[in-house]
């Protein structure tokens, strides 16, 4: 699969697709696209080219080319020392690549900072959770907001030029609180919260600037099963709203249940690209996993009951998007 | 000496000039320290840089606005230059840097090479600057006596220093009140939380670092000036000594608050003098000799900044329950 394919190739509709939900039209878009690292996704939000991060002799990411589908859940999963952070840290600017170039919505974002990736759209948040301890949880979420003028030294003296705009992020915020059941320690010091708490108060904060795409390092990490199904619903309530969501995710149970594509690291590469189910059955990812989780049933979803059978229909119908994309001429493969 | 003159002089501290310039000198480190988490090792550094950029151009022959305002460019000009090197790195150099750059300032100050402008070690006589100042005073000459307090009205160690001396204090409190409610102290507070969070919330964290250290120092600098006022440009009277006191009164008052530089800076100074006077009456020659007194008051300045961070790290006016959490 080269990566000069033209992008932005919208797939025909989907005749079976009776609703307009998130995943369904998602499920719709990928039924086309090719289970092989590095294909080109009909609407593409981020790519990345020739993307690599040398420490010293070693390289920890060595990506090719890589597509992420605008709308979608994406996971990034592999094993420990896969790069899967290291990659989070190149594409949002937290760590400068030793080669490669990557584009958020078309615009170039290599060699951005971090502020300015955030200000493009591009929200992340932290495999350990980084609450401001000594802030309350509202004050975490207004700091979240974007264009705020009192945020400028000269006009932060003037109240009247800011208090407008502070009312309209502060019912911003509450109205997340409520959403991530916050809304009771609005007032609490964020430090004083459990750190399943914290991940939902990091994750409601991130969406305060409205992001295009959210980026969630580990986002289940160190959350009890409790708070998982909250967390959950969270971030497919995102792919409803249209923003993109990009997690790397150790938990297999969560990325079977609500991802819609899978890409797979091991080594800094891309050995895997696929739906959830049809990437834990390959070879490849089989060989990423192979020593420490040889015995790791990949994607046994007996715990999450409530879903499955959606999910099922969904893999049903998207195991008959792609017959059909196979049967016609025009397959991904040959896409002009 | 008896006790009523004893009171009277531990009263006077209260609001004194140097209580004043010690409490704006907080203010500055305040916000640096209280607010964005910026170690400033080198407060004294840009009092000092205050003090010669308003004395020597006044010197020079500049009215007293200008001479007030080379101060506070001085101030700016040597924010950036610390803040541009060591602002991306973590926060330990920068204390690293200020304290050198402060003793830097002091260094060459007295160095003989800058003689003809600095005065080298003897620094600069208080009468070669302080006649545009004096001059500013709406008030007649002479000695008011208020109470038990008589001064000059506008000589030296005047009334005039302390009406416009906490004047300045009174203004950079409003100042931080302000700001420290603002979006902008919101972000500040965001960095000294952690600063990767901020950035990745899309603030430009080292610009923000930037203007901090900047506007801390420039209150810095004003607190120079008032310093030097009632007295002399002394390079070696502002060395690192200063930068600690600084520090034990932002700490005793409580960082991250408005007033508790303030009354940081008046108790600092008060039990400064009670005990001095108090030991200079109650011990005898035979025990402890006056300069002994003298530098027995400093030990129990270092024996209280050590206590205060083991039993009371949020000060006195600090929020307790801020402080419980365990940041780690």
Redesign the interface.
Known sequence: MSADLPRGHVPPPVPHATTTTGRDRVTADLAHVAHTPGVPKPDAIVVADQVTRHFGGMTAVDVGHLEVQRGAITALIGPNGAGKTTLFNLL?G?DKPSTGTWSFEGRSLSGV????V??SGM????QLT??????TVI?NM???A?K?S????FT??V?PL?KAR?KEITEQAEELLVRFKLDAKRDD?A??LSGGQRKLL?MA??L??KPTMVMLDEPMAGVNPALTQSLLGHIQALREEGTTVLFVEHDMHMVRHISDWVVVMAEGRIVAEGPPEDVMADQAVIDAYLGAHHDTDLGDDALLDDGSIEQLEAEEQANQAAAAAAASPTTEEGSR | MDWSRILVNVAGEIFAPTTAAYALAAIGLNVHFGLTGLLNMGQAGFMLLGAYGFAISTIAGWPLWAAVLVAIACAAVFGLLLGIPTLKLRGDYLAIVTIAAAEIVRLVGRSTALTELTGASSGLRGNSYKDTFQDASPFPDGTVALGPFEYAMNASNSWWVRIVGWAVVALACL?IW??IR??????L??I???E??????????YSYKM?ALV?GGVIGAVAGIIYVLPRAVQPDSMGRPMTFFVWTILLLGGAATVFGPVLGSIIFWVSLMLIKSVMRVGVPESIMRTEQIEQFGWIVVGVTLMLLVIFRPQGILGDK???A???R
């Open positions: 949002t937290f900072s971090a502020a300015r955030a200000r929200v992340r948040t932290f980084k609450a401001l301890s000594r802030m004050e207004r700091l979240g974007t705020q009192g945020e400028n030294l932060a003296l109240p800011w502070e010091y430090g004083s990091e904060r991130a305060m600037s | 100042l302000l700001l603002s979006p902008w102290g919101r972000v507070k965001g000294r939380e952690d990767d969070a901020v950035r990745s919330l899309g603030k430009n964290v203007q506007l329950k801020e402080l959490i365990d940041v």
